[in-house]
């Protein structure tokens, strides 16, 4: 172990353990002197030592400071008023294309970057049945599998010179295309998209590529539980319906070249489609690149096709096992919820956002993990479509306290089926979220594609720009109400993936 040394000023190096004696010897020395020193002349002995250095270190305050007054006491964070917030979200300038393309053009010219979303109105709920995988297979191929004209290592090579980013993806009932490139690289980037997006030339080794890599992700599907948990319940809870069908290695082994092809020239047409170009580039610009790239203006324009009725939920409260070999079960509940549509959504996001999706102030987040301690991941979320939604709530537990796991969650569902809210609840959720929507809106991109999806699903176009406003105006009994008419546990969809079946409550 090393030893602290001090080197004086002038002199040898001196080692911490000399020095500390010298110091002692030092205050001996001085209150002896002190002792035998005889007293003043006004009878008053000297001061000992430690008065002395107590003396030469302490400060008289100057005579400015004496006659300042105390500092004021700081208020308290949460008593802080603020001003009102008014913020107006920019709107995005629309525009409808003779050839059938709807475009959301918002120009922002703080950086060189041109982002464009495109937006097509199928996804994997319109696969074929048998051939379940159809939709995310043909967006990853369109992006890999080449265009006409030019291989997919041309492409490939293309994006990466010019740092080009086009990047695909295929919900359950949309798809998107993304791209985002610099504005001097704009004309490259949107004519390797347009022909991605009208000829892509699905070249079989690529496609065989990618359906092997969707193979290898069923294989492994398993060895994530959430993952598979959540695959389960949504099998379970659009039973009967195309949205509930998963793509299996025998659905995808029986897709074929045709298939493909065929999926992309009834879905990929401009009257099934919306744009969102945002960055640096103006709505002139905008409108003339599109729509001379974009599907000849004098092609038969084909209606969009008709969106897919709600699905007819089926649940039956019965909990459905799901047996697996892991030490931690995950325990989800789903049930049908308000659409977009309905003059309920948004008390019923304000409920989730009470009951599950507030992080840890909601009531399954704090009674089941910061109160009972039985999850690390706890909580609820609700998704909307035009003419449906969902409510899933989900715990991650050891598989021991499943059952009590699902008991509490079950009677927080009861409760919030049969209460209100408390006001300080409500007046948290409502303000948390009239807050939280702002961050929405923090790119010109995420303002025109949120646009473009409301759009899609026939909203008004004021949907956005009134949320705060149908958020505040959400009452206590508004929130009973939405969690009385769908809170309800014997249309419950329950699925627990774990070790292995236990009774359940």
Not at 29 to 52: D, R, T
Request: charged content about 25%.
């Amino acid at each position: 172990m090393g030893r602290f040394f001090y080197r004086p000023l002038h002199g040898k190096m001196v080692s911490a353990g000399k020095i500390f004696p010298l110091t002692v010897l030092f205050f001996l020395i001085l209150n002896l002197i002190v002792i035998v020193s005889p007293p003043g002349a006004a009878g008053e002995q000297f001061p000992s030592g430690h008065e002395v250095i107590a003396k030469v270190t302490k400060k008289e305050p100057s005579a400015g400071k004496k006659n300042q007054a105390a500092p004021k006491k700081l208020t308290a964070p949460d008593h802080i008023v603020y001003p009102p917030l008014d913020y107006q979200i920019p709107s995005s300038h629309k525009i409808t294309l003779p050839n059938g393309i709807r475009l959301f053009i918002l120009e922002d010219k703080e950086l060189p970057l041109v982002e464009i979303t495109v937006l097509i109105g199928t996804g994997s709920a319109h696969d074929p049945e048998g051939r379940e995988g159809l939709a995310e297979l043909v967006c990853r191929s369109m992006r890999t599998a080449g265009v006409t004209g030019m291989k997919s290592d041309a492409v490939d090579d293309l994006l990466d010179r010019y740092a080009i980013r086009i990047t695909p993806a295929a919900d359950m009932e949309m798809s998107r295309f993304s791209l985002s490139v610099l504005k001097e690289n704009l004309d490259t980037g949107l004519d390797v998209l347009a022909r991605m997006v009208q000829t892509p030339a699905f070249e079989k080794g690529k496609v065989r590529l990618e359906k092997n890599l969707l193979k290898e992700g069923l294989r492994r599907l398993e060895d994530d539980p959430p993952q598979y948990a959540f695959r389960e319940l949504r099998r379970h809870l659009y039973k009967n319906d195309s949205r509930g069908r998963q793509k299996t290695k025998a659905s995808l082994d029986a897709i074929k070249e045709a298939d493909l092809v065929s999926f992309h020239r009834k879905n990929f047409s401009p009257a099934n489609m919306m744009m969102a170009v945002t960055g640096d580039i103006s709505p002139a610009e905008a409108e003339k690149m599109i729509l001379s790239r974009f599907f000849p203006a004098d092609a038969a324009i084909r209606e969009r096709p008709a969106p897919l009725p709600a699905p007819p939920f089926s649940g039956d409260g019965a909990t459905i096992f799901v047996p697996k070999e892991t030490p931690q079960s995950v325990i989800l509940m789903g049930f049908p919820a308000p659409s977009r549509k309905e003059a309920d959504y948004f008390a019923f996001a304000v409920l989730d956002f009470i009951l599950g999706s507030g992080g840890f102030q909601s009531h399954i987040f704090r009674e089941i993990r910061s109160n009972h301690g039985l999850a690390y991941s706890a909580g609820s979320f609700y998704k909307a479509r035009d003419n449906y939604g969902v409510l899933s709530a989900y715990a991650m537990t050891k598989s021991a306290s499943a059952n009590q796991t699902l008991t509490m969650m079950k009677s927080i569902m009861t409760h919030f089926a049969q209460n209100p809210p408390s006001p300080e609840e409500l007046r948290w959720a409502k303000t948390a979220m009239i807050n939280n929507f702002l961050f929405s809106f923090d790119s010109a991109n995420q303002i025109a594609t949120q646009e473009m999806t409301a759009a899609f699903d026939g909203l008004p176009e004021n949907f956005l720009r009134h949320y705060r406003e149908n958020i505040e105006n959400v009452t206590q009994e508004d929130v009973r109400a939405a969690g009385e008419k769908y809170l309800l546990l014997p249309k419950a969809t329950i699925v627990i993936l774990g070790e292995k079946e236990q009774e359940t409550p």
